[in-house]
T-cell receptor
Framework: GNSVTQMEGPVTLSEEAFLTINCTYT??????LFWYVQYPGEGLQLLLK?????DKGSNKGFEATYRKETTSFHLEKGSVQVSDSAVYFC???????????FGQGTELSVKP | EAGVAQSPRYKIIEKRQSVAFWCNPI?????LYWYQQILGQGPKLLIQ????????DSQLPKDRFSAERLKGVDSTLKIQPAKLEDSAVYLC??????????????FGPGTRLTVT
């Protein structure tokens, strides 16, 4: 079946540190991959996406590359800010326009 | 454009009571989703509508949960009777196919349900 596994949190970093949040997936076929972010008190927002192997999604300094050979979609940012503190969810969609299957989420806390 | 609207934002009920949640998707979005997010977990799809037809309800506990989208616009999710394990945030999302075939799901703020 389809599933997503994320590294467990919480992750605590100092401002300007490098961020990696690991995400691996299991899927049949060729899913699309997503990172969603949930800021405190707000709803889920799409952060970035990739729809095929070797695609790189990027937004707000965050990047993730769709690696089919390792079934991974790790989220990275070179220099985090306090405002990046949130819960990050990796997700896949098995088909176009279809449901999202989420990982359990990783809480990030950035200290000044 | 206005986002996905949900109401109420919070609800507290006792077990065995019934509850209903309402969602109004972004105008023109044909696809509507209801997800359940239990504390500490990622959202899990309960039901997906395409216009007013059900596409996927395989994870909807049909003995107690029901959902409808009668005119292909807004939707209602109902729980009757509620159990303690139904305590969660219920998220509504909508999507449309964009030029080029890409799509994106837009989420509402959610309804936090507490069953005591």
């Amino acid at each position: 079946g389809n599933s997503v596994t994320q590294m467990e949190g919480p992750v605590t970093l100092s401002e300007e540190a490098f961020l990696t949040i690991n995400c691996t997936y299991t899927a049949t076929g060729y899913p699309s991959l997503f990172w969603y972010v949930q800021y405190p008190g707000e709803g889920l927002q799409l952060l970035l996406k990739a729809t095929k192997a070797d695609d790189k999604g990027s937004n707000k300094g965050f990047e993730a590359t769709y690696r089919k050979e390792t079934t991974s979609f790790h989220l990275e940012k070179g220099s985090v800010q306090v405002s990046d503190s949130a819960v990050y969810f990796c997700a896949l969609s098995p088909g176009r326009g279809g449901k999202l299957i989420f990982g359990q989420g990783t809480e990030l806390s950035v200290k000044p | 454009e206005a986002g996905v609207a949900q109401s109420p934002r919070y609800k507290i009920i006792e077990k065995r009571q019934s509850v209903a949640f309402w969602c109004n998707p972004i105008s023109g979005h044909a696809t509507l989703y209801w997800y359940q997010q239990i504390l500490g977990q990622g959202p899990k799809l309960l039901i997906q509508f395409q216009n007013n037809g059900v596409v996927d309800d395989s994870q909807l506990p049909k003995d107690r949960f029901s959902a409808e989208r009668l005119k292909g616009v807004d939707s209602t999710l109902k729980i009757q009777p509620a159990k303690l394990e139904d305590s969660a945030v219920y998220l509504c999302a909508s999507s449309t196919i964009r030029t080029g075939g890409s799509y994106e799901q837009y989420f509402g703020p959610g309804t936090r349900l507490t069953v005591t």
